[in-house]
Each structure stands twice: as structure tokens, then as C-alpha cells.
């Protein structure tokens, strides 16, 4: 089955102590993405890769690392997370033959304290 | 620079009505444009998009949305809503022209079918 996969989906965790929310996708997609969710803000963009070794900051990058080692993997790294990271995050990806045809991961809740 | 506006944020409506969720965009070229709808407790799903020619674009379950250009709008439509509609619906756009540019997405109108 065609998927994004993301883990984990639940998280809790405290100011500073570094995290990673993995993302896997198994559809040989070129894109893959990371956006947050929050009331009234709608979906924002962190980070994105257009293939591997490639990323680039979205529109929101404060605070995230991301790598691209293998197509298939884009690891969402908080090296000293704030609650102000605390938020739903999506990962996505699409080929790059249909750009914007997003297919999404089931979402990650974060929570700093 | 691209932008797209979903100027509801709740639309309510009766089951078995016409339902319509509005957006509108900007962008200095031809844009790509998209819909997506969110359950509760689900990741974002394409539901779909306008690239080039016809200006009605028909997507999964029923939904259609209409490209205008003149008005800069990209609505949503669906001819008789059901219950199981009621979930989070973002519109996106991309300006293929601009390189990389992402998709771009508004804030999300909250569909909200009633029995």
C-alpha cells in the first residue's frame, strides 16, 4: 500500500531535550516536505527536498533541521525543542512529474513543556 | 509572490443542499491549484487540482471545483452534501514559474454537514 508513513504520532516531551519525527514514504517520490498545523494558521511550510541531498527552508525553519540521505527518508530533527514547537506536524511527499499532488503522512503531535 | 484566502472559516449546510467552499488566489502567472480535505485525526487528503484546460475539474467523492480566472477563484463545489463531508477543506496553489516555489495553502474552511 502507497504510504507516508511518520512516527511518532504522539509525543510529549520537555524544553531542550532534542527529538526526531521520522518520515518514510514508500512511493519513490523525488518531493518530500514537513509542515505544521495550528488553529487559524492553517498548514505552514518547514522544510522541504526536492531529491536526496537536497533540502530547503519553507516558510517556517526556526528550530527544525531536516536531512536527506535516502529517497525515501526525511527525518524532522528539534535539536532544543520550545513550546512554542508544540504543534501538529505533517510530513508529505509527491513525484516530481505531478508537483502539488501531495500525499500525507497521519500527522505527529508534539507537545513541549 | 503566491498567496491563496479561504474567507470562511465555517460553512454549514443542510444534508441533500448544494454545498460551496470558497477560495481565491494570487499569483503572476498561470497557477496550479488544489483541494484537499482533512478528517478528524487524519493527515491532509488530495481531493483535486486544476493544471491546465477545462475549467471544471471533477475530483473523488463527488466534489468539483470551477477555475476562474477573471475572479481569481478556485470554488469547491459538491451538487448534494452528506453528513460524512463534514471535515477541514484547504485550498493550495503554485506558481509553476517560479521555480521550486511550494505549494502554498490557505487556512482551511471547516465544512460542517447537518442530518
Known amino acids: 500500500e502507497a504510504q507516508v508513513t511518520q512516527n511518532p504520532r504522539y509525543l510529549i516531551t520537555v524544553t531542550g531535550k532534542k527529538l526526531t519525527v521520522t518520515c518514510s514514504q514508500n512511493?519513490?517520490?523525488?518531493?518530500m516536505s514537513w509542515y505544521r498545523q495550528d488553529p487559524g494558521l492553517g498548514l505552514r511550510q518547514i522544510y522541504y527536498s526536492m531529491n536526496v541531498e537536497v533540502t530547503d527552508k519553507g516558510d517556517v525553519p526556526e528550530g527544525y533541521k531536516v536531512s536527506r540521505k535516502e529517497k525515501r527518508n526525511f527525518p524532522l530533527i528539534l535539536e532544543s525543542p520550545s513550546p512554542n514547537q508544540t504543534s501538529l506536524y505533517f510530513c508529505?511527499?509527491?513525484?516530481?512529474?505531478?508537483?502539488?499532488?501531495?500525499?500525507f503522512g497521519e500527522g505527529s503531535r508534539l507537545t513541549v513543556l | 509572490a503566491q498567496s491563496v484566502a479561504q474567507p470562511e472559516d465555517q460553512v454549514n449546510v443542510a444534508e441533500g443542499n448544494p454545498l460551496t467552499v470558497k477560495c481565491t488566489y494570487s499569483?503572476?502567472?498561470?497557477?496550479?491549484l488544489f483541494w484537499y480535505v482533512q478528517y478528524p485525526n487524519r493527515g491532509l487528503q488530495f481531493l483535486l487540482k486544476?493544471?491546465?484546460?477545462?475549467?471544471l475539474v471533477k475530483g473523488s467523492y463527488g466534489f468539483e471545483a470551477e477555475f476562474n480566472k477573471s475572479q481569481t477563484s478556485f470554488h469547491l463545489k459538491k451538487p448534494s452534501a452528506l453528513v460524512s463531508d463534514s471535515a477541514l477543506y484547504f485550498c493550495a496553489v503554485r506558481d509553476p514559474n517560479s521555480g521550486n516555489t511550494p505549494l502554498v495553502f490557505g487556512k482551511g474552511t471547516r465544512l460542517s454537514v447537518i442530518a
Open positions: 499569483v503572476s502567472g498561470n497557477p496550479y
Open positions: 508529505a511527499s509527491s513525484p516530481r512529474t505531478v508537483p502539488g499532488e501531495l500525499f
Open positions: 512511493m519513490n517520490h523525488e518531493y
Open positions: 486544476y493544471i491546465t484546460g477545462d475549467n
